[in-house]
């Protein structure tokens, strides 16, 4: 059974740091591009880090420099080190995993930033 279990979310104020981590089982990820979404109730669910099987990051603008996505195979791991954190970028987050047809996504792990 392949499992993506995301952790870290937290509540936290503006202009602070958190670490998600989103430990996979069933699969081991470094065959898998992996992705970092997130969904805040009044927006539609966006992209905000995705990293490939080489280890090559692409972001989503607002969260260039400040977001670093990271693999950490023999971990089986992915982790998004959010830094000087907005109250825009509260919501729920989710990790993917993808490989051509095969989609898993974790349960997600809410982020709180307060004013």
């Known amino acids: 059974q392949v499992q993506l279990v995301e952790s870290g979310g937290n509540l936290v104020q503006a202009g602070g740091s958190l670490r998600l981590s989103c430990a996979a089982s069933g699969i081991t990820i470094t065959v898998y591009a992996l992705s970092w979404y997130r969904h805040a109730p009044v927006n539609q669910r966006e992209l905000v880090a995705a990293i490939t099987v080489g280890g090559s990051p692409n972001y989503l603008d607002s969260v260039k420099g400040r977001f670093p996505i990271s693999r950490d195979n023999a971990k089986n791991t992915v982790y998004l080190q959010m830094n000087s954190l907005k109250p825009d970028a509260a919501a729920v987050y989710y990790c993917?995993?993808?490989?051509?047809?095969?989609?898993?996504w974790g349960q997600g792990t809410q982020v709180t930033v307060s004013s």
């Open positions: 993917r995993g993808t490989l051509q047809r095969l989609d898993f």
